[in-house]
Nanobody, 114 residues
Framework: QVTLVESGGGLVQAGGSLRLSCAAS????????MGWYRQAPGKQRELVAS???????NYADSVKGRFTISRDNGKKAVYLQMNSLKPEDTAVYYC????????WGQGTQVTVSS
């Protein structure tokens, strides 16, 4: 059974930081491109950041310079360090694994107050 479990969300003031974690099980983690997506109320889910099997990263323009994605293949985990958070970063954040199949976590709420 494949599971992706996110943690680390919460309520933070603007300018603050949070670190999201996603623990994977049931997949050969190292062959998957890992990503973080987010969905705000009334909006479509959007890609925030992704990291390839080789460690190459990609970021949405809105988070460049503020967010950092990383992965630990030994721990089967992917992380999203979020700094200088803004109210517009408020959303449910989802972990995604893209490979032979596409897998999603259940999401973790991030709320940034102004």
């Amino acid at each position: 059974q494949v599971t992706l479990v996110e943690s680390g969300g919460g309520l933070v003031q603007a300018g603050g930081s949070l670190r999201l974690s996603c623990a994977a099980s049931g997949i050969t983690f190292s062959i998957y491109v890992m990503g973080w997506y987010r969905q705000a109320p009334g909006k479509q889910r959007e890609l925030v950041a992704s990291i390839s099997t080789a460690g190459n990263t990609n970021y949405a323009d809105s988070v460049k310079g503020r967010f950092t994605i990383s992965r630990d293949n030994g721990k089967k985990a992917v992380y999203l360090q979020m700094n200088s958070l803004k109210p517009e970063d408020t959303a449910v954040y989802y972990c995604n694994a893209k490979g032979p199949f596409d897998h999603w976590g259940q999401g973790t709420q991030v709320t940034v107050s102004s």
